[in-house]
């Protein structure tokens, strides 16, 4: 068995698919989430898929009584952090809803890492830290800006992180900034489940595919685009939680006493001291940018499903184009998307197609 992993907000989305791809990899994992925008339903789903319970704590990330007790008890490597709020809309409108739950949820969070000396951390970032994109593709090093309380309270935790990795090198923090996180597992088990009328573009189309919403509206046609819509860079859910896996076992390389060793010798300097990752950005996405219409297409196609749409004005805060330079993570992390758009879209389709209700299955 290899190290153990809490996995804040594993329940959710991205969180339930690298549980699974934790397991596959060898991975001990805990999962705490407060379940304030998942299901129980998934955790089972997952056990099933991986047929083996999963260890799971209903709690909060601000509460530090209730992380200490799940770090006294277990004897974690490191924590990969997913949990938060995500909604740009809803952040808008309370923001301090967002602050307290993403950023001081995070500093709890990092205290009670510190206080048992639990120093590696994988955080989840969001291309969103970027703003509105000064040069395509986009690499780690473009400035950034954010323009809602989301987007700020994603810039603030990695402010935070950067600031802790320059108080103490001993902490490891990896911030992936993932681009557009679409799709679902092959299984049609678990994917994406929002609440209400979904505020992204792929639940909202696989909503119109099965007839669970009447038409799909296109925001803006008139971008300097391929063809004046959007462009995103899409990747599958199930490469992004490979990209946690990498991210891990980047963090057991760089932080083994053999890696030190073998630093040590190679550069004839003399400390006892593991490497330090500090602060280590990383972009996840495929590195290739899609238009909302070329979406919609390849997701007509794979499901046989119309998709009627109407062109409507453009939404306040969004950019014209998005897309990853990927050359990081491959160079750092040997990690990069393997799936094309097709699949992205024939697994979401199957996962709607399935559960037209999401895990709510009553
Ligand atoms: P999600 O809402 O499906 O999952 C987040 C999970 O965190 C949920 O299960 C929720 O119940 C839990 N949670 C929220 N606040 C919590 C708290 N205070 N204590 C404990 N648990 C809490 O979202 P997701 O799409 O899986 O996103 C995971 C992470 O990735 C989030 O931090 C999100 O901001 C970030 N992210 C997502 C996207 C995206 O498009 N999905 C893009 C970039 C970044
Ligand atoms: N779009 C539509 N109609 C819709 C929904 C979206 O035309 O009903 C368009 C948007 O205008 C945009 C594209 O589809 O051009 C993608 O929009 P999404 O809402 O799916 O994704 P965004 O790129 O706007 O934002 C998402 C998350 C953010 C995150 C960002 C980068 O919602 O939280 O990706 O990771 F920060």
Not at 16 to 43: F, K, Q, R, W
Not at 150 to 166: F, N, R, T
Not at 191 to 203: R, T
Request: proline share 5%; charged share 20%.
């Amino acid at each position: 068995m290899k190290n153990k992993i809490l996995v804040t907000g594993g329940a959710g989305y991205i969180g339930s698919h690298t549980c699974i791809a934790l397991h596959e990899a060898g991975y001990d994992i805990v999962v705490y989430d407060n379940l304030s925008n998942s299901s129980p339903e998934a955790i089972k789903r997952v056990s099933t898929l991986i047929d083996q319970p999963i260890e799971f704590i209903e709690g909060d990330i601000r509460d530090a009584e209730s992380l200490k007790q799940v770090f006294t008890a277990h004897h974690f490597f490191g924590v990969i952090h997913f949990a938060g709020l995500k909604a740009v809309g809803e952040s808008v409108a309370k923001p301090l809803m967002y602050y307290n739950n993403n950023v001081s949820g995070t500093i709890t969070l990092l205290e009670v890492m510190s206080e048992y000396d639990v120093k590696n951390l994988v955080f989840s970032s969001s291309a969103t830290v970027y703003g509105d994109p000064e040069n395509l593709p986009i690499n780690e090093e473009s400035p950034r800006s954010c323009t809602n309380p989301y987007g700020q309270s994603k810039l603030a935790v990695e402010h935070i992180l950067e600031d802790l990795a320059k108080s103490d090198d001993r902490w490891n923090l990896i911030a992936l900034r993932y681009f557009n996180p679409v799709g679902a597992h092959p299984s049609g088990q678990i994917g994406e489940d929002p609440n209400d009328i979904p505020n992204n573009l792929m639940p909202y189309i696989s909503q119109v595919a099965v007839g669970k919403l009447k038409q799909l509206s296109i925001f803006g046609n008139d971008y300097p685009t391929v063809d004046g819509t959007g462009v995103r860079d899409f990747i599958h859910v199930t490469d992004l939680a490979q990209g946690h896996v990498a991210a891990l076992n980047y963090l057991e390389q760089q932080t083994s006493p053999e890696k030190s060793c073998l630093d040590t010798a190679s550069t004839k300097q003399t400390s006892s001291k593991s490497s330090s990752v500090g602060f280590l950005p990383i972009n996840l996405g495929t590195g290739k940018g899609t238009s909302v219409l070329e979406l919609i297409s390849a997701f007509s196609d794979v499901s046989g499903q119309a998709i009627p749409y109407q062109f409507t004005a453009r939404r306040a805060g969004d950019i014209a184009s998005c897309y990853a330079s990927a050359n990081k993570a491959k160079s750092s992390l040997g990690w990069q998307a393997k799936l094309p758009i097709t699949d992205m879209c024939q697994d979401t389709w199957r996962w709607q197609s399935m559960n037209p209700n999401g895990y709510n299955i009553s």
